[in-house]
């Protein structure tokens, strides 16, 4: 059992589908069962203009970083808050891909599935 004490939301656009993940609903929700929320996804989160491994390279990333190892305080007992990231993943058959005439298109990866 992992024990988990605090949730890091490091989704760029903390909105979702259903209601009881949007940001606005998982702070109340998660405090209400003992976790903690804290939200880095302007720092850390997805979809750079310039590529995600170019904003590594950045102050604010890095900013990011330190921000969330402040998530996890040293208390008087020694003990480091567990954290965890929640983060969103696109299915790569979902993403869009370039194919050499410039258009974007999904339907070759389907197709590529059998979809």
């Known amino acids: 059992m992992y024990r ?3 949730v890091i939301d490091v989704r760029s656009f903390p909105t ?4 009881t993940s949007r940001q606005a609903s998982l702070n109340p929700s998660l405090a209400e069962t003992g976790f903690g929320y804290y ?4 720092e850390l989160g997805g979809y750079r203009r310039e590529g995600y491994e170019a904003y590594t390279q950045t102050l604010p990333y ?3 970083l ?3 190892s402040a998530c996890r305080p040293l208390p008087v007992g020694g003990h480091v808050r567990r954290t965890t990231p929640l983060a969103v993943v696109t ?6 891909l370039r194919i ?13 599935l059998g979809g």
């Open 4 to 6: 988990l004490e605090m």
């Open 16 to 19: 979702a589908n259903s209601p």
């Open 39 to 42: 939200y880095l996804g302007r």
């Open 62 to 64: 890095w900013q990011g």
């Open 66 to 68: 330190n921000s969330w």
């Open 91 to 96: 299915p790569f058959y979902r993403r869009s």
């Open 100 to 112: 050499e005439d410039g258009k974007s298109s999904t339907s070759s990866m389907k197709e590529g």
